[in-house]
């Protein structure tokens, strides 16, 4: 029997016959990993906690015929605690661990650079000092460099031509010079380029004095290049929470009285407590 250890992050879990599951595992030295561990959906299991996304652990594996199977674990980081009660943390910690699971078709190829993406922004995420959805598009951005399919921002992604230029043209590559713009190019502000610069390279100063709206433009050009090269979308972008204005949330806020009011029968309220 074959053992070896490794310092992985959960990416996923799914059912394996009555009390298995299949563990996803993004590692420091091997890469991707998918695992089984055997009983954790007991309730006796010695390590079942530990094994479900966003878990940091350190895990001792022995070689299967098919799958490897994991025999101990060990808590590095439980950055769930900081994630599960936030509902934005949380979104956009799922949209951290599918892209990382998209981004390693290959499973056994070392990816460390990866690795310690995933690992800094789910702690960034769980120490809630840094907006989510500024720390998803960090990641994300960076993520892409790591695959190769960084947007240009500060030169033109067909003639190199320096920047900034006024257009962005996702299948071109990024922005794009005046002379190399595509019909259908998007007009981002000034503002949102060099947004995506500073995320990209960790300035946070600027990140912080960027207008929201230009957070806001940023965070679609993100979602969009990320997408177009992966081919799919992501099950879990969707649901990551962007600010909303007041002015949104209070006609939200109306939308649902006047629905409510509508299929309330005559004469009942049946939402005051003291009634009836």
């Not at 989510?132 to 960090?138: F, P």
């Not at 033109?156 to 006024?166: E, L, S």
């Not at 002015?247 to 003291?274: C, F, S, W, Y």
Request: glycine share 8%.
């Amino acid at each position: 029997m074959s053992l070896y250890r490794d310092t992985c992050v959960v990416l996923r879990v799914q059912k394996l016959g009555e009390a298995d599951r299949i563990i996803t595992l993004l590692s420091q030295r091997h890469g991707k990993i998918r695992a089984v561990a055997k009983g954790v959906r007991r309730t006796s299991s010695r390590f079942g906690a530990r094994l479900e996304p966003f878990c940091h652990v350190d895990v001792q594996f022995y070689t299967g015929r098919t799958l490897d199977v994991i025999t101990q674990v060990e808590t590095v980081d439980a950055f769930g605690v900081g994630l599960v009660d936030d509902y934005a943390r949380y979104t956009a910690a799922c949209a951290v661990l599918e892209t990382a699971d998209r981004l390693t078709a290959e499973e056994g190829e070392p990816v460390l650079r990866l690795y310690m993406l995933v690992v800094g922004a789910l702690r960034a995420l769980a120490d809630r000092q840094r907006e989510a959805g500024l720390v998803l598009d960090a990641f994300l951005l960076r993520a892409m460099g790591f695959a190769g399919w960084a947007p240009a921002v500060s030169e033109c992604a067909r003639c190199g031509t320096p920047g900034p230029h006024a257009a962005f043209n996702v299948p071109a590559g990024g922005s794009v010079c005046g002379t190399c713009r595509p019909p259908g190019s998007a007009s981002p502000a000034g503002e949102t380029l060099s947004l995506l610069d500073a995320l990209t390279h960790g300035d946070w100063a600027l990140v912080d004095r960027t207008p929201p709206s230009s957070k806001r433009e940023a965070s679609g050009l993100v979602a969009a290049h990320l997408q177009w090269h992966l081919e799919r979308q992501l099950h879990s972008l969707p649901l990551v929470e962007r600010r909303v204005s007041a002015t949104a949330i209070d006609r939200l806020a109306a939308q649902i009285k006047m629905v409510v009011a509508e299929r309330q029968p005559t004469g009942e309220n049946h939402l005051d407590p003291a009634a009836g």
